[in-house]
């Protein structure tokens, strides 16, 4: 079996990243009951099939880069499997694994432990691009790459194959967690529960101690649910406040704030709009939480 010179290909066909061709991986095996096709067809069964081909491919190129696959169609007796190669490297490496026996094995392997086949099962494979044969001409590999690039896809992807491969990817990930439902008059910071309340006079100190110059910025994040700071009356608060500094400015605005929403002026409005307002560290401050190192 000759090697493929992979300087000479990409000097005849331009570099790597050009390359793209098709080929068409047809699947059976020895038993009528037990083939890949009908097991395809089957709803029960189509997954797993497509988990076996995915992992035969992906240990046969080496890895997810650089192929796809297009479709699955029924080839009686055989399953076919349209493939698109976009980079010469993992169709070499491909033609390959085919030609030595390795992607049998994989396949086998792979079918043998999804699949759970009776022992004595076979599987067989054929493979082609376009009207060219390929299994008659493994020894010369060269020519086998050539066929393929010169077979170009005709079809995007299936439907059918990407809904597949969504599914194949999501069993790979950690399963879901239903999101956890917060129990009444409580919030969430920096995912943490922590307990809703009216807001209070020592809160308002807190505050105005603190909060300095972005006394504006957070009252301008409260007024969009709050009609007693809708208008001038941050402007106004700020101009009859003046002489007394900050912490009064700061110190009347929530006290508005208070007075206008009453029991509804809750902790985790102030928190919400601290948040909007990109003051973590003061929203920390309000609910007590030790400063992180």
């Known amino acids: 079996m000759d090697s493929i010179d992979t300087k000479k290909l990409n000097d005849r066909n331009g570099n790597d990243a050009a390359f793209s061709g098709c080929a068409v991986l047809f699947l059976g095996c020895s038993s009528p009951a037990h083939n890949l096709l009908s097991l395809y067809k089957d709803e029960q069964g189509k997954f797993s099939v497509f988990k076996v081909i995915k992992l035969t491919l992906i240990d046969s190129v080496g890895g997810l ?15 076919g499997v349209e493939l698109k190669f976009m980079a010469m490297l993992p169709c070499q490496r491909f033609l390959e694994s085919y030609a030595c026996g390795s992607l049998f094995q994989f396949l086998s392997q792979h079918a043998s432990r999804l699949l759970t086949l009776p022992d004595g099962v076979v599987m067989e494979t054929q493979l082609k691009a376009g009207i060219h044969t390929l299994d008659q001409s493994l020894r010369d590999l060269e020519i086998c790459l050539e066929h393929i690039r010169q077979s170009q896809p005709v079809r995007l992807r299936d439907d059918e194959v990407s809904q597949l491969e969504q599914q194949l990817q999501n069993s790979f990930g950690p399963p879901s967690q239903p999101p956890q439902e917060l129990p009444r008059n409580c919030f969430l910071f920096q995912e943490r529960v922590f307990d809703d309340r009216p807001l209070t006079s020592a809160d308002q100190q807190r505050f105005a101690a603190h909060v300095g110059r972005d006394w504006k910025r957070v009252g301008r994040a409260l007024q969009k649910h709050c009609r007693a700071l809708k208008g001038p009356a941050i ?7 003046e002489r007394e500094g900050l912490y009064e400015q700061a110190y009347q605005l929530l006290g508005r704030f208070i007075q206008s929403e009453g029991r509804s002026a809750k902790l985790s409005r102030l928190i919400s ?21």
């Open 65 to 79: 880069e650089g192929h796809e696959i297009l479709k699955l169609h029924d080839a009686d007796p055989f399953l």
């Open 235 to 241: 402007d106004n608060l700020a101009y009859e406040y």
């Open 273 to 293: 709009a601290l948040e909007e307002t990109k003051l973590t560290s003061m929203a920390e401050i309000m609910l007590g939480i030790q400063p992180r190192d």
